[in-house]
C-alpha cells in the first residue's frame, strides 16, 4: 500500500515545482516586457549621480593684459574607501605612487569605510597621474581640477595674495575679488559604474560659469623694478622690512605695491603667515618729516605766512618741550624750513595758527582716514580730533609724531600736492579716463608747496638723492624713531621718502618706507630717497615721460619753476 503510494507523490512534487518554476518564468517575462522601464528606473536611481564641474577661475591681469595670475588645469586623486578596502593587497603600490606613508592611506580610509568619496592627493604631477592611470587600482580614479599659478612670484604676492586647494581666494586681491574671480560649478547628471567611474553623461544640469578676468591697475613692469630695489635697498640695510607704492596722479591708480619680505605663492610648502599682510595698507607709522609740507600749507593758507616769510629756528623750549634741528639753523625763510626740514620751524608755525585750522588740512588730505581702495584687511590712520588736543601734541603733530598713518594714505595724501589741490580715491583696478577729483586746498597753497618740495631734492635739500637725471622732483623725507611698549627707542627708526615727479607736471607719486635699517645710515634721505629715484629713472623710460629739468634751468645754470604754465590738468 506504501508502495503504491510513492509514484503519486513523486508526481504531486514534481508537479509542484512544475508550477514554481512556471510562475518564477512569468514574473521574470512580466518583470523584462511589462514592467522593464520600472526595473530601469531603479538601476538608474542606484547609478546615477549629480557631480558638480569645477568653473575657471577668471585670470587676474595688470593694465596691460600681462597675466598675474592664472589658473590651469590639474588632476587629483581620489578613492573609493569600501573597494580599496578590499584590495589591501594594492596599498603598498598606491603609496609609493602618491609618495606616501602607507600608514597614511589608513589613516584617510579607514574612519571613512561608508563613504564613496575620499580625496588621496590633490593636484597632482602628469606624472603621477600617468602612473595612477597605468596602475589601474580598484577604487582609485582622477578627477580634474584648477590650480592658481603666478607668473610674477613672490613679486607681487603681498598684493594678488593666494587661493587655497579649492581655488578659493585667501588673501589679497584674491580674496577680495573672490565672488567675481571664481564663477558658479556646473552640475552634471551622470551614470557610474560600481567603481565610481563615470561611464556615461546623461544630462547638463546646470552650466559652467567663469569666472570674470580682472584687470588691475598695475604695470607689471614697473612693480618689478620697485620690487627689485626695494628688496637691494632692504638687504644692502640689514633692515627689518620695507615697502614701496606707487600712484598714478591723474587717475589714483596704483601702478605698483611692492613688500618686505614677501613670499613666493606658487610653493605652499614654504608659507609663512607673517609674510601674508600687505604692509602699504595694513601697517600704521608716523609719518614723521613726511607731514611738513602739510604743515607749511596750514601756515600759508592761514595767511600768516608766505614763502618768504622768516622764522628764528634756533632750538628752544616749547610748552616744556625742547624742540632742536638734527643740524643747527638760525633765520630761515618759510621755503627753507621745508628744505632743510626745520623741526623747529614747522613747530613755530603749528603754534602760531589755530589748531582748528591745522587740523582741517590735515583731515581734508586723508589723514586718519581710509584711502577707499578695494583691498581688504586695510586700515585706517589715526588723527586725533583737536578738541582732544593737550601740551605739546601740536608740537609733536607739527613734525610727524602723535599721529599714525599707512603708505597709501600717505601717497594719496600727496597726491593733493602733486594735483595742485585735488583728492582722488585709489584705486587697484584699471581706469580707461582720468578720476575727477575733489577741491580739498587752494590751487595756489598746493603750488607754493610743491615748489617748496621741489627745492628739497635739489642742491641744499634733504633729498639730492632722490633726484632723476633730467626731470625735476619734488618730495620730502622723514625719519621716525620706531615706538615699542617701553616708548621710543633710540637705535630703530624708520626711513621715509614721499614725492611725485616730474615736478613740472606730476605723473606718478612714490612712497617708499625702510624699516629699522641696521647700519649707521639710517636717515630717509639716505635710506628711502635713492629707491625712489632708482625706481622713477625706470618708470620715465616705461612711460616715455618728458623731460622737464631743461625747461626749468636758464643758461646760467639758475633754476625757475615753470609749473604754473606747464601744469597738465588730467
Known amino acids: 500500500m506504501l508502495a503504491g503510494r510513492l509514484p503519486g507523490r513523486r508526481a504531486s512534487v514534481m508537479l509542484g515545482f512544475l508550477l514554481v518554476a512556471l510562475v518564477l518564468i512569468r514574473h521574470a517575462v512580466n518583470l523584462q516586457l511589462t514592467k522593464r522601464d520600472f526595473l530601469q528606473s531603479h538601476g538608474d536611481a542606484r547609478s546615477l549621480r549629480v557631480i558638480a564641474t569645477e568653473a575657471h577661475r577668471g585670470m587676474i591681469t595688470d593694465r596691460n593684459g600681462e597675466p598675474m595670475a592664472i589658473s590651469t588645469p590639474v588632476n587629483s586623486v581620489w578613492a573609493n574607501p569600501k573597494i580599496l578596502l578590499e584590495h589591501k593587497d594594492r596599498w603598498a603600490e598606491l603609496a609609493k605612487i602618491l609618495d606616501l606613508p602607507k600608514a597614511d592611506l589608513a589613516m584617510r580610509l579607514q574612519p571613512r569605510t561608508p563613504k564613496t568619496f575620499v580625496y588621496l592627493r590633490r593636484q597632482i604631477s602628469p606624472d603621477i597621474a600617468s602612473a595612477v592611470t597605468a596602475a589601474a587600482i580598484p577604487g582609485v580614479n582622477l578627477t580634474n581640477e584648477y590650480r592658481r599659478y603666478y607668473p610674477a612670484g613672490e613679486v607681487a604676492?603681498?598684493?594678488?595674495?593666494?587661493?587655497?586647494?579649492?581655488?578659493?581666494?585667501?588673501?589679497?586681491?584674491?580674496?577680495?575679488?573672490?565672488?567675481?574671480?571664481?564663477?558658479?560649478?556646473?552640475?552634471?547628471?551622470?551614470?557610474?559604474?560600481?567603481?565610481?567611474?563615470?561611464?556615461?553623461?546623461?544630462?547638463?544640469?546646470?552650466?559652467?560659469?567663469?569666472?570674470?578676468?580682472?584687470?588691475?591697475?598695475?604695470?607689471?613692469?614697473?612693480?618689478?623694478?620697485?620690487?627689485?630695489?626695494?628688496?637691494?635697498?632692504?638687504?644692502?640695510?640689514?633692515?627689518?622690512?620695507?615697502?614701496?607704492?606707487?600712484?598714478?596722479?591723474?587717475?589714483?591708480?596704483?601702478?605698483?605695491?611692492?613688500?618686505?619680505?614677501?613670499?613666493?605663492?606658487?610653493?605652499?610648502?614654504?608659507?609663512?603667515?607673517?609674510?601674508?599682510?600687505?604692509?602699504?595698507?595694513?601697517?600704521?607709522?608716523?609719518?614723521?618729516?613726511?607731514?611738513?609740507?602739510?604743515?607749511?600749507?596750514?601756515?600759508?593758507?592761514?595767511?600768516?605766512?608766505?614763502?618768504?616769510?622768516?622764522?628764528?629756528?634756533?632750538?628752544?623750549?616749547?610748552?616744556?618741550?625742547?624742540?632742536?634741528?638734527?643740524?643747527?639753523?638760525?633765520?630761515?625763510?618759510?621755503?627753507?624750513?621745508?628744505?632743510?626740514?626745520?623741526?623747529?620751524?614747522?613747530?613755530?608755525?603749528?603754534?602760531?595758527?589755530?589748531?582748528?585750522?591745522?587740523?582741517?588740512?590735515?583731515?581734508?588730505?586723508?589723514?586718519?582716514?581710509?584711502?577707499?581702495i578695494e583691498f581688504p584687511g586695510e586700515i585706517s590712520g589715526r588723527l586725533e580730533p583737536y578738541r582732544n588736543w593737550r601740551g605739546t601734541d601740536v608740537v609733536s603733530l607739527s613734525y610727524g609724531y602723535f599721529t599714525n598713518i599707512t603708505a597709501i594714505e600717505l601717497a594719496r595724501a600727496y597726491g593733493v600736492f602733486a594735483s595742485a589741490g585735488l583728492l582722488r580715491p585709489v584705486t587697484i583696478l584699471k581706469q580707461d579716463h582720468?578720476?575727477?577729483?575733489?577741491?580739498?586746498?587752494?590751487?595756489?597753497?598746493?603750488?607754493?608747496?610743491?615748489?617748496?618740495?621741489?627745492?628739497?631734492?635739489?642742491?641744499?635739500?634733504?633729498?639730492?638723492?632722490?633726484?632723476?637725471?633730467?626731470?625735476?622732483?619734488?618730495?620730502?623725507?622723514?625719519?621716525?624713531?620706531?615706538?615699542?611698549?617701553?616708548?621710543?627707542?633710540?637705535?630703530?627708526?624708520?626711513?621715509?621718502?614721499?614725492?611725485?615727479?616730474?615736478?613740472?607736471?606730476?605723473?606718478?607719486?612714490?612712497?617708499?618706507?625702510?624699516?629699522?635699517?641696521?647700519?649707521?645710515?639710517?636717515?630717509?634721505?639716505?635710506?628711502?630717497?635713492?629707491?625712489?629715484?632708482?625706481?622713477?629713472?625706470?618708470a620715465a623710460r616705461l612711460f616715455n615721460l618728458t623731460p622737464d629739468r631743461a625747461l626749468a634751468e636758464g643758461s646760467d645754470g639758475t633754476r625757475s619753476p615753470v609749473w604754473p604754465v606747464a601744469i597738465k590738468t588730467p
Open 434 to 538: 582720468p578720476v575727477p577729483g575733489e577741491r580739498v586746498m587752494p590751487e595756489a597753497t598746493a603750488l607754493a608747496v610743491r615748489e617748496m618740495l621741489q627745492a628739497v631734492t635739489e642742491v641744499g635739500g634733504t633729498a639730492k638723492a632722490a633726484a632723476v637725471e633730467g626731470y625735476l622732483v619734488a618730495g620730502k623725507t622723514g625719519t621716525v624713531k620706531k615706538n615699542n611698549d617701553s616708548g621710543y627707542t633710540e637705535k630703530s627708526y624708520r626711513s621715509i621718502f614721499a614725492g611725485f615727479f616730474p615736478a613740472s607736471a606730476p605723473r606718478l607719486i612714490g612712497v617708499v618706507v625702510i624699516d629699522d635699517p641696521q647700519s649707521t645710515e639710517y636717515y630717509g634721505g639716505l635710506v628711502a630717497a635713492p629707491v625712489f629715484a632708482s625706481v622713477m629713472h625706470e
Open 157 to 372: 604676492a603681498n598684493m594678488l595674495g593666494f587661493t587655497n586647494v579649492d581655488d578659493r581666494g585667501q588673501e589679497g586681491i584674491e580674496l577680495a575679488f573672490d565672488a567675481k574671480l571664481r564663477g558658479t560649478p556646473g552640475l552634471d547628471r551622470v551614470v557610474q559604474d560600481r567603481l565610481g567611474r563615470v561611464v556615461e553623461h546623461v544630462e547638463r544640469v546646470r552650466p559652467v560659469a567663469p569666472g570674470q578676468d580682472l584687470a588691475l591697475s598695475i604695470d607689471r613692469r614697473l612693480q618689478y623694478f620697485a620690487y627689485r630695489e626695494l628688496k637691494k635697498a632692504v638687504t644692502q640695510r640689514n633692515a627689518a622690512g620695507g615697502l614701496m607704492v606707487i600712484l598714478d596722479a591723474h587717475t589714483g591708480e596704483v601702478l605698483a605695491m611692492v613688500n618686505q619680505p614677501s613670499y613666493n605663492p606658487n610653493n605652499r610648502g614654504q608659507f609663512r603667515g607673517e609674510n601674508f599682510r600687505n604692509r602699504t595698507v595694513t601697517d600704521l607709522f608716523e609719518p614723521g618729516s613726511t607731514i611738513k609740507p602739510f604743515t607749511v600749507a596750514a601756515g600759508l593758507e592761514s595767511g600768516l605766512f608766505k614763502p618768504t616769510t622768516m622764522i628764528n629756528c634756533q632750538a628752544d623750549s616749547f610748552r616744556g618741550h625742547y624742540v632742536k634741528d638734527v643740524h643747527p639753523n638760525g633765520m630761515l625763510s618759510v621755503a627753507s624750513i621745508l628744505q632743510k626740514s626745520s623741526n623747529v620751524g614747522v613747530t613755530k608755525i603749528a603754534l602760531a595758527i589755530e589748531p582748528e585750522q591745522f587740523w582741517n588740512v590735515l583731515n581734508r588730505a586723508g589723514f586718519g582716514q581710509l584711502s577707499g
